[in-house]
């Protein structure tokens, strides 16, 4: 008898212990940024941005004055270059216009302020694909999510630990302890290989995701809105237009800035988007470049056009005949661009 107490007790100490573990280093790391983040290195993954960043505006809901909403793209702005707003992105990957609306009214009634500034960014994604969408339950319900109490005694929690501790990212993009994003991979961008992240066919009403759009800007004062379109590379726009998706993709985005929202387009073909090295894959563009994006839209490029083009006040053709003269003037320097990456390549070979 007093073997078999004496086996449970060990027991019953073991699974204290390996508890007790797992929940002391899911502390430290807080993967899913319930406090402060990574205590350990100061790095930190994006394992559920759909969570993790709902914890992290619980924190801060109370300074809160702007809203940035977009896919995996948009969280390369860093909300810190928004001077005279507090800034909180809530941008995370594959972010879909339908989860944006429902997480504006969750954001919306745990707000303590005024929004005062909200950042829009259109996706082409949201017009011409059908990936479906993943809210998690506590959105729909208005509720905050689970206790970091029965995250932390988790082992799937502490899987994303030990993978932040030895480095293991999920994506090439990671947080700082600033939870601003940055990128952390040696890719680099190479338009001569398959492109990444494409639109490919018409998967959606384009005028109904435009309606969508229109429903979320509709949330907040007319004038606090800003739409955008991220940087996306030429040969990205080259691609839209070859499959025919270009026009109307512009047409749909049209439609918006003809209700009065703010609307500049950063996908038009410049010298910016030629530059393959300010992306490493052409779809997502480094955070000093949407450093200029966010100097753009907030009027502190001291009035230079030389980046992004202001859409309102455009006719719907004068906009589209202006994207494909950009594309049209750049197409020689893309076939040299394309052509000189090929001779560096055959070099390698």
């Given at each position: 008898?007093?073997?078999?107490?004496?086996?449970?007790?060990?027991f019953?100490?073991?699974?204290?212990?390996i508890?007790?573990?797992?929940?002391?280093?899911?502390?430290l790391?807080?993967?899913?940024?319930?406090?402060n983040?990574n205590?350990?290195?100061?790095?930190?993954?994006?394992?559920?941005?759909?969570?993790?960043?709902v914890?992290q505006?619980?924190?801060?809901?109370?300074n809160?004055?702007?809203?940035?909403?977009?896919?995996s793209?948009?969280?390369?702005?860093?909300?810190?270059?928004?001077?005279?707003n507090t800034?909180?992105?809530?941008?995370?990957?594959?972010g879909?216009?339908?989860?944006?609306?429902?997480?504006?009214?969750?954001?919306?009634?745990y707000?303590?302020?005024?929004?005062?500034?909200?950042?829009?960014?259109?996706?082409?994604?949201?017009y011409?694909?059908?990936?479906?969408?993943?809210?998690?339950d506590?959105i729909?319900?208005?509720?905050?999510?689970?206790?970091?109490?029965?995250?932390y005694?988790?082992?799937d929690?502490?899987?994303?630990?030990?993978?932040?501790?030895?480095?293991?990212?999920?994506?090439?993009?990671?947080?700082n302890k600033?939870f601003?994003s940055v990128?952390?991979?040696?890719?680099?961008?190479?338009?001569d290989?398959e492109l990444a992240?494409?639109?490919?066919?018409?998967g959606?009403?384009?005028?109904?995701?435009?309606r969508?759009y229109l429903?979320?800007?509709?949330?907040?004062?007319?004038?606090?809105?800003i739409f955008?379109?991220?940087?996306i590379?030429a040969?990205?726009?080259k691609?839209?237009?070859?499959k025919?998706l270009?026009d109307?993709?512009?047409?749909?985005?049209?439609?918006?800035s003809?209700?009065g929202?703010t609307?500049?387009?950063?996908s038009i073909v410049?010298?910016?988007?030629?530059n393959?090295k300010?992306?490493?894959?052409?779809s997502h563009y480094?955070?000093?470049v949407?450093?200029?994006v966010?100097e753009?839209?907030?009027?502190?490029?001291?009035?230079?056009?030389?980046?992004g083009?202001?859409?309102?006040?455009?006719t719907q053709?004068?906009?589209?005949a202006?994207h494909?003269?950009?594309l049209?003037?750049?197409?020689?320097?893309?076939k040299?661009?394309?052509?000189?990456?090929k001779?560096k390549q055959?070099?390698?070979?």
């Amino acid at each position: 008898m007093n073997y078999y107490k004496t086996q449970i007790f060990i027991f019953s100490c073991t699974s204290i212990s390996i508890m007790l573990i797992v929940f002391v280093v899911n502390l430290l790391v807080d993967p899913l940024w319930y406090f402060n983040g990574n205590k350990v290195t100061d790095r930190n993954f994006a394992f559920n941005e759909r969570v993790s960043k709902v914890n992290q505006f619980h924190n801060k809901k109370d300074n809160i004055d702007c809203l940035i909403f977009g896919s995996s793209r948009t969280t390369l702005i860093h909300e810190s270059k928004f001077q005279d707003n507090t800034c909180f992105n809530m941008s995370f990957s594959a972010g879909r216009i339908d989860e944006f609306i429902q997480y504006s009214d969750y954001l919306l009634s745990y707000s303590n302020n005024k929004i005062d500034k909200v950042i829009i960014s259109i996706e082409p994604q949201n017009y011409f694909s059908t990936i479906p969408v993943s809210v998690p339950d506590f959105i729909h319900t208005m509720e905050k999510p689970d206790s970091f109490l029965s995250a932390y005694f988790s082992m799937d929690s502490f899987i994303y630990s030990l993978r932040t501790l030895v480095g293991l990212s999920p994506l090439e993009r990671e947080y700082n302890k600033n939870f601003e994003s940055v990128v952390n991979t040696s890719k680099k961008f190479n338009p001569d290989l398959e492109l990444a992240q494409t639109v490919s066919g018409f998967g959606n009403d384009l005028e109904g995701v435009s309606r969508q759009y229109l429903e979320l800007a509709s949330r907040y004062e007319r004038e606090n809105v800003i739409f955008y379109i991220p940087p996306i590379s030429a040969w990205h726009v080259k691609d839209m237009d070859d499959k025919g998706l270009l026009d109307y993709f512009l047409k749909s985005i049209h439609l918006i800035s003809k209700e009065g929202f703010t609307i500049y387009d950063f996908s038009i073909v410049s010298d910016v988007t030629v530059n393959t090295k300010n992306t490493y894959d052409g779809s997502h563009y480094f955070p000093f470049v949407n450093e200029r994006v966010v100097e753009v839209i907030t009027g502190d490029n001291n009035g230079s056009n030389e980046f992004g083009l202001y859409v309102n006040g455009m006719t719907q053709d004068n906009y589209i005949a202006y994207h494909k003269n950009e594309l049209g003037k750049l197409n020689g320097r893309l076939k040299r661009v394309t052509n000189s990456l090929k001779v560096k390549q055959d070099k390698k070979i």
